[in-house]
């Protein structure tokens, strides 16, 4: 039986309301919501139930319904149970470009939502301006930041957005290294990245002092944070945390991505300045809390490999990560060096 017919959503909402019953715990699957990695069950829970009691039944769900895990979760005022298809399909980025109407300026691609329409991020939004993506290795944090600058660079003339581009592990954003909106080459060394942030915060300075306009808007990501700081001087941090306090009046927008939202991994100083989180599968609900700022968002229980949470202001989002195979990245880059100041023909 297909995962995705009738009869078998009927069955598994079926399911999870009979093992919910058997707790004496009354509910009622209201909706359905079928996505590209897994299936929403959205429930209404009967008077005086509480939230927290099914979610302690995530591990007897899971096992009801013959899959890993699945997540319990909150969504939009109602309670969701999100079960994992077997065979995912991958959501490739230029798909979701075929498919998009034009975008406002800093406006990247994030993925797919799970009401099926793309997912993008206004970087210029008071809610956003700076951004922390954060997961576990293999969760596809890279992945997902070099489907946000591709985007942008997409839909953006490079008098509208360029680039400042940290990767110390010299092999996450690689094939973006041709990219005609960079200030700069990408910085792979400590050395590097300290001259390069410092230039930022110059041109930063620059603004402010001459009160400039914000343009060319200037994207500052670093690929894993917390290795850069752990091997760089105190000074990169202060640069990094200068940009996230003052970057959003100059125009200049962070993105960084780590593997550990600790303490010790990313700076409080830094991290309470990247309001918006894309967060992937941790290790702990205790991570999940550093991660994404608010408690009860389940990330733990996220299945990985782009699966990931955006949150945005009070908004939670489940969304699967657009994903650009190696063809693909290079079909883009040649596009734009062969029209760099040219936005997307729609």
Same mark, same amino acid.
């Given at each position: 039986? *297909? %995962? @995705? ?9 079926? =399911? $999870?309301?009979? !093992?919910? +019953? ?83 300026? *800093? %406006? @990247? ?9 793309? =997912? $993008?991020?206004? !970087?210029? +939004?008071?809610?956003v301006t700076h951004v922390l993506v954060a997961g576990a290795t293999g969760t596809g ?206």
């Open positions: 039986m *297909a %995962t @995705s017919s009738r009869d078998w959503l009927d069955y598994q909402a079926d =399911l $999870i309301e009979a !093992l919910l +019953a058997s707790h004496k715990l009354e509910a009622l699957v209201v909706g359905v919501q079928v996505s590209p990695r897994w299936i929403r069950y959205n429930l209404q829970l009967g008077l005086g139930i509480k939230i927290s009691s099914v979610q302690n039944l995530s591990e007897e769900l899971a096992m009801s319904l013959g899959v890993d895990a699945v997540r319990v979760a909150r969504n939009n005022g109602v309670l969701a149970v999100e079960v994992p298809l077997p065979d995912p399909e991958p959501v490739y980025m230029l798909s979701l470009v075929e498919n998009l109407p034009e975008l406002t300026h *800093a %406006t @990247s691609i994030l993925g797919l939502g799970v009401d099926g329409n793309p =997912l $993008i991020l206004d !970087l210029t +939004a008071p809610e944090k890279t992945e997902l930041l070099r489907t946000m600058l591709l985007s942008l660079a997409l839909y953006n003339r490079i008098t509208h957005v360029q680039m400042a581009l940290i990767d110390p592990k010299r092999r996450g954003l690689g094939p973006l290294f041709n990219l005609p909106h960079l200030v700069a080459p990408v910085a792979t060394s400590p050395s590097n990245a300290l001259v390069l942030l410092q230039n930022v915060v110059d041109e930063m300075v620059r603004r402010d002092r001459e009160d400039a306009p914000p343009l060319p808007r200037i994207v500052v990501a670093v690929d894993e944070v917390g290795d850069l700081l752990s091997i760089a001087d105190k000074e990169v941090e202060q640069l990094l945390v200068r940009l996230a306090q003052r970057g959003r009046e100059a125009g200049i927008h962070l993105i960084c991505s780590t593997q550990r939202p600790s303490a010790d991994a990313i700076p409080g100083a830094l991290k309470a300045n990247l309001p918006a989180r894309l967060v992937g599968k941790v290790a702990s609900s205790q991570e999940a809390l550093m991660a994404t700022g608010i408690p009860g968002t389940n990330a733990e229980q996220l299945t990985g490999a782009g699966d990931f949470l955006s949150i945005v202001g009070s908004k939670v989002q489940r969304f699967q990560a657009a994903y650009n195979d190696p063809l693909d990245i290079e079909r883009i880059v040649e596009f734009l060096l062969s029209s760099p100041a040219t936005d997307i023909e729609r």
